[in-house]
């Protein structure tokens, strides 16, 4: 999940797994896989930051408790 800025100010929650496209023209506009759509004020690279960041997180966290199992 990535907190994002819609254009009039307010923060919102996006689930990362669902964004199937980002585009700038010049809003950065995320295009969801069920079809949603959300401008926001980041950039796309932003975004993308953002998602990987948290993946990252994940995947991090899921390899330390793999290593942590008796």
Do not use: H
């Amino acid at each position: 999940m990535i907190t994002l800025t819609k254009l009039n100010k307010e923060e919102f929650v996006l689930n990362c797994d669902l964004i199937e496209t980002i585009q700038e023209n010049p809003d950065t506009t995320i295009r969801l896989t069920n079809g949603n759509i959300y401008i926001v004020r980041e950039t796309m690279q932003d975004v993308v930051d953002l998602t990987v960041r948290y993946k990252r997180s994940w995947f991090t966290g899921l390899r330390w408790q793999e290593g942590n199992k008796a």
